[in-house]
């Protein structure tokens, strides 16, 4: 996850939000997770039913790998 976040810094305008959110104190942090929920309402307003659909179908491969990884017991070979 830290690689992810710094490949985002490189992002132009993103980058600076993102280091500033990471590096920066609690209030920082929790503007930027405030900005990240209002741009996501702006776009459903803007775009409608996909703009809250696409993040969900986003997701939820991650989740099912969640789910299979929690669920999977692997069985020893008995002797």
Excluded at 38 to 47: E, P, R, T
Excluded at 50 to 75: E, K, N, R, Y
Aim: aromatic share 12%.
């Amino acid at each position: 996850m830290d690689k992810f976040f710094s490949l985002l810094r490189f992002v132009p305008i993103l980058g600076l939000f993102v280091k500033e959110a990471i590096e920066g104190p609690d209030s920082t942090k929790i503007n930027f997770l405030l900005n990240v929920v209002m741009v996501w309402l702006l776009c459903i307003y803007a775009f409608g039913y996909p703009a809250i659909i696409a993040p969900l179908l986003i997701v939820a491969p991650g989740m099912i790998l969640i789910l299979v990884g929690i669920t999977f017991q692997p069985t020893s070979a008995e002797k």
